[in-house]
Nanobody, 117 residues
Framework: QVQLVESGGGLVQPGGSLRLSCTTS????????VGWYRQRPGRERDLIAAWQSDLSTYYVDSVKERFIVSGDATNNTVYLEMNSLKPRDTAVYYC???????????WGHGTQVTVSS
């Protein structure tokens, strides 16, 4: 019965910024982690960033120093702040959550991000 809903996608110019939101149906601290995946056209879906309940974060090298993950327990929301966006960041971005010692079992429906001039 876990539900995750992404929002905040859209069209931005290269170098611009965007903030995605992942709102969960229960406390974010009920999960081991809430992650962000992206799927570029014709490519596999990859984990690019994650908020973890011990307050650590994970970033894949291609977004490190550009993207920031943060959690807001009051609003059951994990954010992905995306800065210095590049055309190659164009993708569908998915929010996903996992319990301890499991994979990412719960998924949102995705939100499109297009970076283009």
């Amino acid at each position: 019965q876990v539900q995750l809903v992404e929002s905040g996608g859209g069209l931005v110019q290269p170098g611009g910024s965007l903030r995605l939101s992942c709102t969960t149906s229960e406390s974010i601290f009920n999960f081991y982690a809430v992650g962000w995946y992206r799927q570029r056209p014709g490519r596999e879906r990859d984990l690019i960033a994650a908020w973890q309940s011990d307050l650590s974060t994970y970033y894949v090298d291609s977004v490190k120093e550009r993207f920031i993950v943060s959690g807001d327990a009051t609003n059951n929301t994990v954010y992905l702040e995306m800065n210095s966006l590049k055309p190659r960041d164009t993708a569908v971005y998915y929010c996903a959550a996992r319990r301890a010692d499991t994979g990412y079992d719960f998924w949102g429906h995705g939100t499109q991000v297009t970076v283009s001039s």
